[in-house]
């Protein structure tokens, strides 16, 4: 019997608040920290500082992996505000994607162009931005995408039934023992009531061994070589795939080059090639190659973040919660002015980095949380995002006052 590995990456950078103060407001618009701005995080220098420790290397080896083993094969989901940054500051980046997606075996996932909560706000924003993004994706790289990761992989039943409507033929979830029970993550399965989309959930254990725990040092299994991953990845000899969805940035940010990372990951191809019932899948490949196991149903939404695998990590403190509602009640009022500029303004602000860097959470997550943010503390993160919606609404009120009669 032959088994896959679906290897799926996601690449996104937000659009970060500057330091944005109530004194800024109704004077400056620009609220995105670039060159002129001294302070703050600068989204330009970010950008280039993981480009130069994650990105140029990986799509380097990546392009030498697809050249030296005809079958190997990936996905990519890349947000639409990484596109953005990647025209404005590093072209070079985007082209080194693009020779990815050329070889034929690199497939581009759909989600919303944003990197938003639009699905649980307001359900004609969330369909926008996907039609957003598939239509950049398609000017970009030349393909429409066919399968879907909604962002963070939070995923409900609702979403299966969306995709399955829409003509997807698959969609990623995380695949939480919660929901699973006694079922592997390492095979296909259908949403409840949908009848055509299939779900492929992460191997999260296998996929976090590499993604979180490949440099720890007090981890049991340190150091983690190829040949113990193999055997794991191999461990239900019956089932057909072995989902291993990771951020794009484990390669040289999350896990720096130092670690080994780069040298695990180039082996990864060679290693599981060298049995010949093993082979690697797109994420549409596999739908379209294996059947669906079972239904899976997931009637409350499930994420791939924190301890929790729910929204908390973005909703999960009455900041968080004030601030997103406050951004999507603007939702018709900022469509119905057509005005370019202040619309994508207004859907950079519905990025879901921003209420996650208002996360106060502790121990753990917390760490994460910390360590992915530009601001000194989440209030800093929550007071510069409601001045830049404050400044929003007054933008709102000049296009009305100047557009009356």
């Known amino acids: ?4 590995i ?4 996601h690449v996104h950078q937000p659009w970060r608040v500057r330091e944005y103060s109530a004194f800024d407001t109704a004077v400056d618009h620009n609220y995105w920290n670039e060159a002129n701005h001294h302070s703050g995080a600068n989204n330009a220098r970010i950008l280039r500082k993981v480009a130069e420790k994650s990105y140029f290397p990986t799509n380097a080896m990546l392009l030498d992996m ?6 190997f094969k990936l996905s990519l989901s890349i947000t639409g505000t990484f596109l953005e940054q990647c025209e404005a500051y590093l072209p070079e980046l985007l082209s080194s994607f693009k020779a990815l997606v050329d070889t034929g075996r690199v497939e581009i996932v759909g989600e919303t162009y944003y990197h938003s909560l639009a699905f649980f706000y307001n359900r004609a924003e969330f369909d926008r931005q996907v039609a957003l993004h598939a239509k950049k994706i398609k000017d970009v790289f ?10 963070e992989l939070a995923y409900n039943n609702d979403l299966g039934r969306w995709a399955d409507i829409h003509g997807y033929k698959a969609v990623l979830a995380e695949g939480w023992d919660s929901v699973l029970g006694w079922r592997s993550p390492n095979y296909a399965y259908r949403p409840v009531s949908t009848q055509n989309v299939k779900l492929l959930l992460k191997n ?17 299994e340190w150091p983690l070589t190829m040949d113990k991953y193999a055997g794991w990845l191999d461990a239900e000899p019956d089932s057909p795939l072995v989902n291993l969805f990771v951020d794009y940035e484990t390669f040289g940010e999350h896990q720096w080059a130092d670690t080994g990372i780069f040298e695990f990951l180039r082996q990864l191809p060679h290693d599981w090639l060298s049995r010949p019932e ?13 059947e669906a196991k079972d239904y899976i149903d997931m009637p409350h939404t499930v994420t791939w973040a924190d301890t929790e695998r729910d929204l908390s990590a973005w909703l999960g403190n009455r900041m968080q919660q004030e601030s997103q ?11 119905e002015t057509g005005d370019e500029n202040l619309i994508s303004d207004w859907r950079r602000l519905t990025t879901s980095d921003h209420p996650y860097y208002m996360s106060t959470k502790y121990w753990n997550d917390g760490d994460v949380h910390a360590y992915f943010s530009p601001y000194p503390s989440p209030y800093d993160a929550f007071l510069y995002y409601m001045n830049a919606l404050r400044d929003i609404k007054y933008r709102l009120m000049q296009h009305n006052q100047n557009h009356k009669g």
Request: net charge neutral; hydrophobic share 40%.
């Open 325 to 335: 509602g406050n951004i999507y009640n603007l939702s018709s009022a900022v469509m």
């Open 204 to 220: 999260y254990k296998l996929s976090d061994d590499m993604a979180f725990r490949f440099s720890n040092r007090g981890w049991a």
């Open 66 to 71: 697809l050249n030296s083993h005809p079958e």
């Open 142 to 151: 030349g393909v429409t995408p066919t399968a879907f990761r909604n962002t």
């Open 6 to 9: 679906v290897l799926y990456m």
């Open 278 to 290: 093993h082979t690697f899948m797109t994420v549409s490949e596999a739908a379209d190659s294996v």
């Open 1 to 4: 019997m032959s088994k896959a």
